[in-house]
């Protein structure tokens, strides 16, 4: 017990020596402005947000609703990662003319290319409004209590006066103890002005995504377009470049160790206020079960990918997708291990228990909440993975509601065009041959997976790899769900027009299909035996959480809390510098284009190099993009809180200054969504020197540089 004390104690004293010892994600109006100049910021809160007068917030935007982005022009030029914009990149690339590997630089405004459906968000005013949405509920619970707080979201809405290209979204903060409202402006005509090739903007890949020493120059660059008075349009060639209230300088200095830096952006969840039993649950249950099936997806791609282009262009995107949270999942199990983020979490519920004997009660109610969940927590998470992972069950399962819908009589024309349209979606960068190796090796761990109480009847037919592959491609080339057969005189990637022409037809030919039949038994039986109870358990446990969490910043008065992150603008702020992740390993805050050239691999798919690049390498065509060593700067480490949505985000200085772009995290400190530990938690971001070298010297888009305010 001494022994696990000392412990505890001594990882307590070296998150306090970092002063971050729980991270932190601010909403913008709540910034602790002493404590970020106390760190090195030279600027003042109100140049960071300010509704009065241009500010920071001005040039900060939201990417496509998930990403962040930056405006770094008077001239609406937006920037943000490679992999952000790597949809867009994608569409726009063909295997004659492939963006992807080539990279795409518009030589002027009149080439830069539209994308429809891309939107980017700025939020002009955040406000609390608690009273509001919780002034009149004290008395209700569960359902009723739900139903009273979305009339009351509502009714303020409709109180609000804004423009047409407004909007209000309201969101729950601290597990719902506090509500904040902002508002939105669109914009909805975005083009893309440039990306470097893959090789540089995807370097490294998915065997460097989460690592560092990272040498990825992963970012993009679009620009906003307006109407003629500088409002939001649908997409038109008589819109003119948007003119933003405030954008971005783009510092170009060299970046020390220790130096201030502060990130803004769109951080997607966090989950900071978890008790101790619900870590253990994640790294011993859901965190393996997902891991598990996205590995299996991910090997079977990989194998076409590497061996086909065409194949490769249209599952590269989809592809980092699944391996993302592939990957962030084994870190983050891996650093809550390592930074004992159970018995930290302990150690911090036992000092509030002392504090305040009513959260024992809580967390006794909690371990037997969260017990109960368990097994029907796992089934959830082995079931919605694989029919995420295997887009067959995908198709199927999106197939099965429009049949449901059909013999309910709500289907109408309008209806069948919004779901045509969803699937041309998914066939565009769908192989339904591939797809049908993929599905069959994830029946069979499901099949070996999940106990038998949550199996279909007759389920265990699907043990068997080897003859599931040949189960499942008999079936896929017989079937319309994968696009290999003919419904109607014709398949769904042939003309989904004529597929759907007759639908009592295409209704019974689904019915018939033994792909959509192992699907209907599939959801059937969750929805049967494990839905029901695990949401009624997690909502449970969601109001326990908002109860605790309120018990606890009740008790810890000397702790300043931060909310979980939820898509909402935020900042965060730290300080550059390096790491020391494991024993006898020390790493360095910054890398350099040294490091592309020592990891390049001739003709890989993961670690080539550009001619070009190697020769301006080689010959040292820097420019003034060097170091003081002489080196082009790369990439940089720092102690910023941030998750993902931050991708994208600007890393600014102590001024104000652009000098980075966030994106992505250190492997061994992913698990700061849960557990920030400042030992470990460290956000990667590209320099702005590199950035710039890129444009410069690489894509010679000088053009570009000549818009930007750029600081020496």
Request: proline share 4%.
């Amino acid at each position: 017990m001494l022994k696990k004390t000392f412990i505890i104690a001594t990882l307590f004293q070296a998150a306090a020596f970092f002063g971050q010892q729980y991270g932190g994600m601010w909403i913008p109006t709540e910034i602790n402005e002493k404590e970020m100049k106390s760190l090195g910021m030279k600027i003042k809160a109100q140049d960071i947000w300010n509704t009065e007068k241009p500010s920071i917030k001005d040039a900060v935007v939201q990417f496509d609703g998930g990403c962040t982005a930056e405006i770094i022009s008077p001239k609406g030029l937006l920037l943000t990662n490679h992999h952000c914009g790597y949809d867009n990149i994608q569409s726009h690339s063909t295997v004659e003319n492939d963006l992807l590997t080539n990279g795409f630089w518009a030589k002027n405004m009149g080439e830069e290319l539209p994308n429809p459906g891309v939107t980017v968000d700025f939020v002009t005013d955040i406000k609390e409004i608690t009273q509001d949405i919780l002034g009149n509920t004290s008395s209700l619970s569960g359902a009723d209590l739900t139903k009273k707080i979305n009339e009351n979201i509502d009714t303020y809405k409709k109180s609000q006066k804004i423009e047409s290209y407004q909007s209000i979204i309201v969101r729950p903060m601290f597990a719902g103890n506090k509500y904040y409202a902002f508002v939105v402006e669109t914009y909805e005509d975005i083009r893309l002005v440039g990306a470097p090739p893959q090789s540089i903007g995807k370097f490294g890949s998915d065997t460097d995504n989460w690592v560092w020493p990272r040498h990825t120059g992963d970012f993009s660059m679009f620009r906003i377009y307006a109407d003629k008075n500088n409002k939001p349009a649908e997409y038109s060639k008589d819109n003119i470049p948007f003119t933003p209230k405030h954008f971005l300088p783009i510092s170009v200095k060299d970046i020390k160790e220790n130096d201030f830096t502060f990130v803004f952006g769109f951080p997607g969840r966090t989950n900071e206020y978890l008790p101790s039993v619900a870590i253990e649950k994640i790294i011993t249950d859901t965190n393996p079960a997902r891991i598990e099936v996205r590995d299996i997806a991910l090997k079977t791609l990989d194998e076409k990918m590497r061996a086909d282009d065409a194949t490769r262009i249209k599952y590269s995107s989809k592809y980092a997708s699944v391996a993302n949270y592939w990957k962030k999942w084994i870190g983050e199990t891996k650093g809550l291990k390592k930074s004992n983020a159970v018995a930290k979490k302990q150690a911090y519920e036992s000092s509030l228990v002392a504090k305040n004997s009513e959260i024992k009660t809580s967390l006794d109610e909690f371990k037997k909440l969260y017990d109960q969940q368990a097994p029907y927590a796992l089934n959830n998470a082995y079931y919605n993975e694989i029919l995420r992972n295997a887009e067959t069950l995908t198709l199927a399962n999106l197939y099965y509601t429009f049949v449901q819908n059909y013999e309910a009589g709500k289907v109408d024309n309008k209806t069948v065009q919004g779901f045509k349209n969803r699937l041309s979606g998914i066939y565009k960068d769908y192989d339904g041959e591939l797809d049908a190796k993929v599905t069959a090796k994830l029946l069979a761990l499901y099949a070996n997976k999940t106990a038998p109480e949550f199996l279909p009847e007759g389920f265990a037919q699907f043990k068997d790899v080897n003859q599931n592959l040949q189960i499942l491609e008999n079936w896929s080339r017989n079937s319309v769900i994968s696009g290999r057969n003919a419904v109607n005189g014709a398949t769904v990637y042939s003309n989904v027009d004529q597929v759907f022409s007759n639908l009592l037809e295409l209704v019974k030919t689904l019915k018939a299909d033994p792909i959509y039949q192992t699907l209907t038994k599939m959801r059937e039986t969750y929805v049967a035996k494990a839905d029901a109870q695990y949401v009624g358990l997690q909502s449970k446990i969601d109001a326990l959480q908002k109860k605790y969490l309120a018990q606890m910043m009740a008790t810890d008065t000397e702790r300043k809390f931060f909310p979980d992150a939820n898509s909402t603008l935020r900042v965060t702020y730290g300080k550059v510098k390096g790491s020391n992740p494991a024993d006898a390993i020390s790493y360095h805050y910054e890398t350099t284009l040294d490091g592309v050239m020592e990891k390049y691999v001739p003709g890989d798919y993961e670690f080539d190099v550009p001619q070009k690049l190697i020769q301006l390498y080689n010959t040292k065509g820097y420019g003034d993009y060097k170091n003081a060593a002489g080196k082009i700067p790369l990439a940089f480490t720092a102690t910023n809180h941030t998750t993902g949505g931050n991708s994208g985000s600007p890393a600014l200085d102590k001024k104000g200054n652009l000098i980075g772009l966030n994106f992505d995290r250190q492997w061994e400190g992913t698990m700061s969504d849960i557990n920030f530990d400042p030992r470990f938690s460290r956000n990667i971001m590209v320099q702005t020197k590199y950035i710039l070298f890129i444009i410069d010297k690489f894509a010679g888009a000088r053009w570009l540089l000549d818009e930007m305010k750029i600081v020496k």
